[in-house]
């Protein structure tokens, strides 16, 4: 296995990656096939709505057919920032050790001022399930899905997958040091819910609403979860109590806790991670 050795990018990103194309730019391949092989394509800066932040980059590889399964890739940002260019790291390693696979780099609209995340950013996942559904047979690929989602990226992959997905399209979410509880006092502590809705304290119930914790149920797809013990935005309580709530729930799922690290890591335990996660994606999806 090569040695991995960039670190996880989450709340306020270190690196952008000079990556802006349009759909229509000298960059994008159009999907190509023979009698024989279909030939492996990407399309950048796809719109799947109306706002300019509602884009995605597709990856599509070689030889697939209406059975090749899709991972969306989902970045963090703390709801209010982030890019999909933050998650090409994991892109190109998903297409190095998994290239079986479909991949999808998500961008959503951002929270601002007046602008909450929620519904918001949801409505945006769905319509992103929504446009590959219908550019399913284009595509060549198939209507089962997996997640990849990263802090807040990862919140909202668990909360699409536990109550947004009717449809049960989701085969399994990957959360790395995802917020699941946002009515935790322990995590309020931490993040003043008013912070995030911009002076606004949003109510028990409204923040409930918006949990993975409150909002998985015994259909939930197989979950895996990883946090640092010494992250000073996630309190240990967030991997801890959705751990044992899917456990209450009978949720196949997994939770690695790496008591020395934080809001990221690299060496030793960034090759854990990608490891486990891989073996996951491989078992579940």
């Known amino acids: 296995m090569k040695k991995l050795s960039f670190r996880f990018l989450f709340i306020i990103p270190l690196f952008i990656l000079n990556f802006s194309c349009s759909e229509d730019s000298d960059n994008t391949t159009e999907p190509q096939e023979t009698e024989t092989t279909v030939m492996a394509t990407q399309m950048l800066n796809v719109s799947y709505g109306n706002d300019s932040a509602q884009v995605y980059d597709i990856h599509l590889p070689e030889n697939r057919n209406k059975n090749t399964k899709i991972i969306i890739l989902v970045h963090g940002g703390g709801w209010t920032s982030g890019d999909k260019t933050h998650m090409n790291t994991y892109k190109t390693n998903i297409q190095e050790d998994l ?4 991949i999808v780099n998500i961008n959503y609209r951002l929270a601002s001022q007046g602008v909450s995340p929620f519904p918001m950013q949801l409505n945006d996942i769905t319509a992103v399930i929504n446009h590959l559904k219908t550019n399913q047979s284009e595509y060549i690929i198939s209507q089962d899905y997996g997640f990849f989602g990263v802090s807040a990226g990862a919140h909202l992959a668990m909360l699409w997958s536990y109550d947004y997905d009717t449809q049960n399209n989701i085969n399994m979410v990957a959360s790395i040091v995802g ?12 993040i003043n819910p008013g ?39 996630i309190p240990n309580s967030q991997g801890a109590d959705m751990d044992a709530k899917l456990t209450d729930l009978d949720i196949t799922h997994e939770f690695t806790l790496y008591s020395n690290e934080g809001h990221g890591w690299s060496g030793e335990h960034l090759l854990d991670t990608w490891t486990r996660v891989k073996a996951f994606i491989t078992t579940h999806h």
């Open 195 to 233: 912070f995030l809705f911009f002076g606004v304290t949003p109510s028990n119930d409204f923040l409930e609403l918006y949990s993975p914790f409150h909002q998985a149920k015994n259909t939930s797809p197989p979950t895996v979860l990883f946090y640092g013990g010494m992250d000073p935005l």
């Open 179 to 190: 917020p699941t509880n946002l009515a935790d006092p322990a995590y309020s502590s931490i």
């Open 99 to 102: 290239p079986e696979y479909a």
